[in-house]
């Protein structure tokens, strides 16, 4: 796919993966819509991205992606300013500390912005994204996923047996489950959908959590790769023509890698997508 001209939307730019990706694809000519929690970071990141780029065409739209009514708000002036989307990069990503946090809409904090929010998003954007020449959804999941061996729909949110790195392998889990039924839906349309592990980045992502999740990241950063690094994958994902023949599949280093077997598991992705379209109370895909 030609990024010239195309239009990339981006959760989870104004840091980390998410900005160097948005600064990649603004340099390669793309159109970007950056939602954003924070509008004066939002604003700060698209001067910088304008500043190295020369390339303007950069706006902001502003939404907490733990908050539902914020998502299907922000739909709104999103179709104002574009005809379609080719490329909705879900990105945005959440560690919580040690308590056990809840989201607006009574949802456990991770369980609403790395996998509430992905699956809401996609499906107010649904309608652009069908109005493109060609689309592509891109769900940055990670290897974490692994971290998670069931899956129980009695306790989804962890209300019993709570800890920061369970909810983050779990969210990880479902973003690669909500990627597979995504895909049996979007069979024989414009649309093609894939998650993917980034590596592990040395950015501020764990800087919001405690306890021995802070403890890891911090031992870990010696061995940990850089933004530029943990953004190919995503931009192959975004860029690459041969990319359009993928759908459905997990990618770790630009190629495809077979996830957890728990990841694999169609029935479980189905009953995922069906749990979540009851929280949501959308059914649009």
Not at 273 to 280: C, H, I, M, N, R
Request: charged share 20%; net charge positive.
């Amino acid at each position: 796919m030609t990024i010239q001209g195309k239009i990339c939307l981006i959760t989870g730019a104004t840091s980390g993966i998410g900005q160097v990706t948005a600064l990649e694809l603004a340099r390669q000519g793309a159109q970007l819509g950056l939602i954003v929690r924070n509008p004066q970071k939002g604003e700060a990141t698209r001067q910088e991205i304008i500043r190295q780029t020369g390339n303007e065409s950069i706006q902001i739209f502003v939404a907490d992606m733990a908050s539902q009514a914020q998502i299907r708000a922000v739909a709104e002036p999103i179709q104002q300013a574009y005809p379609h989307i080719d490329i909705l990069l879900n990105n945005a990503g959440f560690i919580a500390g040690n308590r056990r946090e809840l989201s607006a809409d009574g949802w456990e904090q991770t369980f609403a912005v790395n996998h509430m929010g992905y699956f809401t998003l996609t499906q107010v954007l649904f309608e652009m994204l069908k109005a493109a020449p060609e689309a592509r959804v891109i769900n940055v999941a990670s290897e974490a996923h692994r971290f998670s061996n069931q899956l129980d729909f009695d306790n989804l949110q962890l209300q019993r047996g709570y800890s920061a790195m369970k909810a983050y392998g779990l969210s990880k889990l479902h973003n690669i489950l909500f990627t597979k039924s995504l895909a049996k839906r979007l069979e024989g349309t414009n649309i093609t959908t894939n998650s993917l592990h980034p590596g592990v980045v040395a950015t501020g992502f764990a800087s919001t959590s405690s306890g021995f999740f802070k403890v890891l990241a911090q031992l870990a950063r010696p061995m940990m790769i850089s933004a530029q690094k943990g953004a190919e994958t995503s931009l192959y994902l975004a860029t690459a023509a041969e990319a359009a023949q993928y759908n459905g599949l997990y990618f770790d280093k630009k190629r495809p890698r077979t996830p957890s077997a728990l990841a694999q598991n169609p029935e479980k992705a189905e009953k995922l997508w069906e749990v979540s379209e009851a929280l949501s109370g959308l059914k649009l895909i």
